[in-house]
Structures are given as C-alpha cells and as structure tokens.
C-alpha cells in the first residue's frame, strides 16, 4: 500500500477526469502486458493437455515418486537453512555491538552475487577425491585409498542443500534485517524491562513482529531452488527441474515436460496461496517509537569475538572461498597462455573467448533489462492512475512469472514460437512459395521474451515503490497545466524516478547474466552467454577453463549487492545520543 494512501481522497490521486479517458488506452495496455505475461503459463497449461504419447503413466510408475521427494527435501532443507541462517545474523548484526559489526553487516550480502551453480562448480574443484582437500589428508595421513576414509560426497543431496544454502540466505537476511530496523524501539524496550536479553528479545518480540517479512525471504529462497538447474544437474540430484529437461530433451515428449512443469508450477502457485493465507486475517503494525534509535546489546570481548566468528562464516564460505577460487583458476588460465581448450562441442574456453561471450551476455541482459524497465514504468504508472482492483489483478498477473521457474516458462515460449513460425513459413511457401525461417524460436527476440516475463516483477515493483514515494500534488499540477497523463510521466515522474529506474534495470540486468536454464532452452544456434559456456565446460569435467568466464558473472553480481548495502545502511541512521544496552 501506498504511503499516500491515508490522505483525504480529494489528494489520493488523479481527478476523475483523467479516468474516463483511460479504458482504450493505460487499462488496455496494462491487460496487455498482463496477458503478454502470463501468455507462456497458460501455452503450458495448454501443451500438457494435449494427445501424446502415454508417457504420464510412464513417469508415475518409475521417476515422478523420486523427483516430488528429492524436490521436497531440497526445498525445505535450503528453506530451514536460509531461515536460520538469515535471520541470526541480521538480528545480530542489527542488535549488537562487537567488532566488525559495520563490516559484517554489508559483507553478509556478498553470497547473493556468487550463483548457486558456481558455488557448487568451484567446491566440487576443490572437494573432491581428485581436489587439492582429500589430496593433502591421503599425504597427511598415509592413506591411499577412499575406502581408508570418510569423506561427505560433495555431489549429493546434502551438498546441493548446503551450497544452495550458503548462497541463497541473503535474501532472508535482506528483508529479516530491513523488518528489524523497521521495529519500534518501544516495544524491545518492554522486553528489556523484563529481563529479555538479546537473544530473549528475538524469540519472544522481534521474531513474531518480522514474520511475515521473513517468510517472504525464506520463499524467494525457495523459489531460487526450484528454478536451479545448474546445481542439481552438476549434483546428479534428481529434481523436476531435470526431469523436465529430460523428458522433453531426452525423451522428446513436450506434452510429458509440459506435464511435469505443470505440476511443478501448481507446487509453486500453492506455496504463495498458503503463504497469503497465513497472514490474511493478521495484522502487523509496529507501535510508536521507530523514529528511536534502536539500542544495542553491547557484547564482553570474548562473545563479541565469537558473535563476529560467527557472522564471518557465511561470508567466507558463500563468496570468499568461491571467488578465490575463480580468481585463483582464472590467473592459471592466463599464466598458460590463455587457457585455450575446447568442451564437447568444439567452443574454445580460457580467456581468448572471454570477449564474445562477455559481448553475448551484455547484449541479451541490456536488451532484456531495457524492455523491462520500459514495460515495468507504463505498468506501475498505469496502476497509478488508473488502479481500480481489476487493474491491480492485472498487475499480480504480470508480476507472477518472477514465481516460475526458468525451465516453465522456456516450455511456454519455444513450443508456441515454432508452432507460429511453422504455420507462417507453411502459409508463406504455399501462397507465395517463399520460405520466412525461424522469426520467433531460436532467436534472441525469444530469450528477451522469457527474460521479460521472469523478471518484470522486479522492475515493476522497484519503480511501483518509486511512484510511491512521488507525492499525488505532482499528478494535480500537471493536470492544472493541461498536461495528460502520458506527458506527466514524461516531463515531470520521468526525471524523479532516475533512481529507482536505475535500479530496476540494474536487478534486471543482473539476473540476466546468470540466468541458465531459459538461456540453454531458448539460445539460438552457436550462441553462447557466460552462463551457458560455464555449464557446458562444467558438464564435461572442465571446469578450468570456464574460470574466466564465472568470475566475470560473478563481478557484475556485485553491482546490486553493493546498492542493496548502502540502502540498507541508511535505512535507520543512529543518532549520536544511541546508548548501547549492556548485554548482562
């Protein structure tokens, strides 16, 4: 909700004027975009209700049990992970005093620019049998075969949870952190005249108000591990995102993939019900006193130094040893000349590719982030002007693709794109007898489509929070001037919203570059991205010359993370009079 939106309703938004002259323009285009959107859901609805081979069944009787198991346990064990994970250390970054708090609280975001799949690439080098670790315990210890020792296999279940989790906790720890320093300083305030310590105070007072803050978290997190293939393929873990993959490519049965991808997405669509449903008939407000500076439980030395190793242990595990790892993989590559080798299909890896690959990647997430930025800016203006529930229904409908995994909405593209271009081209060669070839299917107008309708909710939802921010008195002045509602964006929103634009196309942008399982489904012919190229030198055991590449993905992930540590940090700025509580 709008923060205007306690203001008396002569100042809540545009006159009525401006509404009777939108239903064949704003509110039309913003069913459009809406069913532009959703358009890819529904053509799988529609392809897995289709006659094909009885492959269902098939799947039922022999795979499909193990892929709804091994989905399960991973979802939850990353969900737990994340959820802990997340929510200690923002609670204790935010709430006490020990040293290297300012440092931790920024750096705990660093794992949010390492993908779950370059995390599993570089621990899989590093862990093992053949990987320098088991190598120096056999020279340790004398032993020389896997059967003298126990080692935990890294390309596992348990691995795959644990990688996920170490990457993936961020998003819990963004919003649980931003809940806690939204929370009334009043209210912890009655904890410590209870006698609540710090850790009292989160159990029993901070926790409940954050919840459904860090519920949200804990689903993106879960939403990030459905949408993983990369992981689960390296890992050989059986999931629906590969058993799609599979069925349509292995098998080459669409309607079976489809099948599957509509069970895997009704999986999805019940998770965000239930979660709506959970916090429908509550309420969360915070009490007076967020204006406070929060206090601090100020820590003695020896637990300060302990909450600090603490803290430290994500960063180091989710970014640290990772990109040292990339960094260290891609100065061999140049040491050696380049690093040139070939993977399975004859690409060259190292660094002498680096160039086209980097130029690839750049080109589809610009292309991508700059139609989404566009797209995202008509929607969420349209809504405000125009927001009426069926308009606001549209935009939930729009922003729902950021919900579905990649390889979903990849089905619903190219099946319905090689339907149309095979009906043109047949059209075409009959009547005129000449031959279109593929316009849709294969090309980069394709994998724009899919990057659009994936990750439109972030656009809109950044640049709908900007527009929130722009008082209602702007709309009015303009309309006074005689300005329309198009103009008004133009000349008046257009230069306030420099920020949040800048920002959404930043998220875009960035997701773009490691997005891998639309880009695999949807690339054309002969056309890599950092992302791809990485996988397939991972999938064929040469992971080294794919270094280069990973740590470039790596290093434009920084770029948001950087935005979201500065935003965060002045989300509630102390004031000098703050006196730290003293941690008994």
Known sequence: MSSFSLLPSTLSGPSPSWVRILPNGWRMGIWCVAVLAAAPLIAVVWIALQPGDDVWQHLVSTVLPRYAYTTALLALGVGLGTLVLGTSTAWLVTMCRFPGRRLLSWALLLPLAMPAYLAAYAYTELLEYAGPVQMALRAAFGWSHPRDYWFPEVRSLGGAVVFMTLVLYPYVYLLSRAAFLEQSTSVLEVGRSLGRGPWGAFFTVALPMARPTIVVGVLLAVMETLNDFGTVDFFA??????????????????PGAAQLAGLLLAVVLVLIGLERLARRSRRFAAAQGRGKPLPGYSLARGRGLLVMSACAVPVVLGFVVPATLLGMGSLQAALAGGGAGTDGSGNSGGWPGLAGLVFNSLSVSALAAAVAVTVGLFLAYGLRVAGR???????????????????????????????????LDGWLRYHFGVSSGL?????????????????LALSFGTLEAGLGKITPSMDHAARSLGASPGATLWRVHAPLLRGS??????????????????????RPFNFDTLATHVYEYASYEQFAQATPAALAIVLVGLLPVIGLSRTIAGARKPRPEETPWVSP
């Open 501 to 522: 634009v800048l920002t959404a196309a930043l998220l875009v942008f960035v997701d773009g570059m490691k997005e891998l399982p639309m880009t695999l489904i949807l």
């Open 439 to 455: 316009l849709l299917s294969g090309t980069l107008a394709a994998v724009t489509f899919a990057y659009v309708a994936r990750f």
């Open 237 to 254: 873990v059986p999931t629906f995102t590969v058993g799609i993959f599979r069925v349509w490519f292995g098998m080459n049965n669409a």
């Open 389 to 423: 529930p069926v308009e606001r229904l549209a935009s939930r409908v729009a922003s729902v693709g950021y919900a579905v995994p990649g390889t979903i909405l990849a089905i619903g593209v190219i099946v319905p794109a090689a339907w149309l271009d095979n009906a």
